[in-house]
């Protein structure tokens, strides 16, 4: 056992894929070079604190307590409910985040995964990617009740850029991408990913063939994209960015400003913009080889906030 351990964990971006997760479908990730940094210390009075530099949050218990699930923080306090038979003195762990909170690069996914981690090399558990990845997911789609899927945790526990089969099996296939030029766009409008992702939920559930067959387009293009990815053939990666933009439409998951910000990326040089996420705004990502820095001014003019970033490899 370790009295203090300190561990990085990358945001992420969906390159394609984007909601047929829920489908237990195909997907893939990407992780990026805007991290989230947690603290682990020990300590001897048998209590466990959990602090956040972002929020502020500050939650203290006892071992023989269970910790609120009302709190922001929630997701460790679910993760430590799963790994409470481990821990058996108390521990003060903190977060401190560059990854924007609510833009869509997933710092639920990073605050779980983190935990998860830096207990693992705390308490010697040896858990593996894999393991660290569901036990994210469970947390938050079990006993949260997270409408999510798996691209968020195992594209933030494997790093890199990975193809990811979310089904009850899941597994992780690496993807040899030396660099990607994407620019990504956050739209700076408030969120409504959750009345989204429900909506389109109840469609799937009811078997409404539109959603069906847009999702259907959707995971034919994430593995025509693997291929692309492979080729180093970021025209195709562009189309097939433009094919699924065009689906998200079909399922009223996009926003005029998200629409604003894909036009303005392809008309600066992008070879192709599409959303990311559930929708109803949140963050685009575009492919723009030799053009990026001229793609990421367009979307600040357009009114976005523009990332220019690097592949995180751990």
Request: hydrophobic share 40%; charged share 30%; glycine share 8%.
């Amino acid at each position: 056992m370790k009295p203090k351990v300190s561990v990085k964990v990358p945001g992420r971006i969906c390159l394609m894929g984007d909601k047929v997760d829920l489908l237990g479908k195909p997907v893939i990730g990407m992780a990026i070079n805007l991290m989230m940094t947690i603290n682990y210390k020990e300590r001897e009075d048998g209590k466990v604190e959990f602090y956040s530099h972002d929020t502020k949050e500050r939650v203290r218990f006892t071992l023989d307590e269970v910790p609120s699930k009302n709190i922001d923080l929630a997701y460790w306090s679910v993760l430590y409910e799963r790994l409470k038979h481990y821990i058996k003195k108390g521990f003060y762990i903190e977060v401190s985040s560059e990854i924007p909170i609510g833009a869509g690069l997933s710092t639920s996914a990073a605050l779980s995964i983190g935990f998860i981690k830096v207990l693992n090399q705390a308490l010697d558990l040896n858990l593996s990617n894999g393991d660290i990845a569901e036990l994210a997911y469970l947390g938050e789609n079990h006993d949260l009740d997270i409408q999510c899927g798996r691209l968020d945790q195992y594209t933030e526990a494997y790093g890199g850029i990975v193809f990811i089969y979310t089904d009850e099996n899941p597994s992780v296939e690496y993807l040899d991408v030396k660099n990607l030029p994407v620019v990504v766009g956050d739209s700076m409008e408030e969120r409504k990913a959750s009345s989204i992702l429900n909506r389109v939920k109840k469609q799937l559930k009811e078997k409404d063939p539109i959603t069906l067959k847009a999702f259907k387009v959707i995971e034919r293009g994430v593995y025509e994209a693997k291929d692309a990815l492979l080729k180093g053939d970021f025209k195709k990666l562009g189309k097939l960015m433009d094919i699924q933009q065009e689906q998200e439409a079909i399922i009223k998951a996009d926003t005029e400003k998200i629409i604003k910000l894909c036009n303005a990326a392809k008309d600066a040089g992008a070879l192709g913009a599409k959303q990311m996420g559930a929708g109803g705004g949140g963050c685009m990502v575009a492919i723009a080889p030799g053009k990026q820095e001229q793609v990421a001014q367009a979307i600040n003019d357009a009114g976005g906030r523009a990332w220019v970033f690097d592949i995180f490899r751990y």
